[in-house]
């Protein structure tokens, strides 16, 4: 039995190409997934938490540009372009670019025990995914912080239309595909809930911070016109069904910029009479 020396997944008994990530079949480099070694890390802080990473000498991770917030003399670390050839190297810098994230990667790698730490940009919860090989993970676009290298980042586009234009975070997700050990970052506190089969659950469409492959994602709008109009939660909800983990969170970077301005209107950023209430404030 072989294993991918890219993403880990079980290899198929013919063919040249890796089913899951697409990468060549050298017939030598195939290692079982039982040689990767786990993480050391812990998450320390509260709601400006702190990623501290222990690496083993051989492990290697990549890390969004401008997250890393401090590191050991004998950690190696180069800023590149992920992909092999130039044009895998501008198509990925197009997608992290759609993403919301920095054209370039950070990569980090230890020769001899290390630390490294990593953090978010703003107050907010850090949340750790340890993938098997091949499993999902969709998270709300800018999210990602720092991965082992054996995890695939990739851009993820919503599967329904008026998912695209009404979720708030647009059409764009992220897609995080193991083996490997993955942290996001977003604002506010964490709820998580696990869904079970055909259970549904409503939430503010920019709240939404993580969600397994399995869960079904959709736009419907906010009850009745009144309520969709006046409630203050804007005019759409998302409405995510089991079965699955869904993550949300308690405060949005939108929100926190809204309640941090000096000249504000007030309301929600989705809420539907924002033109209407901007033209009775206005000093003319």
Request: charged share 20%.
């Amino acid at each position: 039995m072989a294993f991918c020396v890219t993403c880990g997944s079980q290899l198929p008994d013919t063919g040249r190409f890796c089913t899951n990530c697409g990468s060549a079949i050298s017939g030598t480099g195939a290692v079982p997934p039982a040689l990767r070694q786990p993480l050391d890390y812990t998450i320390q802080g509260d709601n400006l938490q702190v990623i501290r990473i222990r690496l083993k000498p051989g492990q290697e991770l990549y890390a969004e540009a401008g997250k890393m917030v401090y590191k050991q003399p004998q950690v190696a670390w180069e800023t590149r372009m992920s992909g092999e050839t130039l044009g895998e190297k501008l198509l990925g810098a197009l997608k992290r670019k759609l993403m919301g994230e920095s054209l370039f990667l950070t990569y980090f790698r230890a020769s001899i025990p290390g630390e490294v730490g990593f953090a978010g940009s703003y107050p907010g919860r850090v949340q750790a995914f340890d993938l098997k090989p091949g499993q999902n993970i969709f998270v709300q676009r800018d999210a990602f912080v720092v991965a082992e290298a054996s995890v695939q980042l990739n851009i993820a586009m919503v599967k329904r239309l008026g998912a695209g234009f009404f979720g708030g975070e647009g059409f764009i997700l992220e897609q995080l595909t193991g083996p490997g050990t993955v942290f996001i970052h977003a604002g506010g506190d964490f709820v998580e809930f696990t869904l079970g089969a055909g259970e549904s659950l409503q939430i503010d469409t920019g709240c939404i911070v993580a969600f397994d492959e399995t869960v079904d994602y959709d736009i419907q709008l906010a009850g009745g016109i009144r309520t969709a109009l006046f409630g203050g939660e804007g005019l759409f909800l998302a409405t995510l069904t089991g079965p699955g983990r869904v993550i949300v969170q308690s405060l949005t970077l939108q929100k926190m910029r809204r309640e941090l301005a000096p000249y504000r209107t007030g309301g929600d950023e989705h809420k539907g009479l924002d033109v209407i209430s901007g033209i009775f404030s206005s000093d003319d």
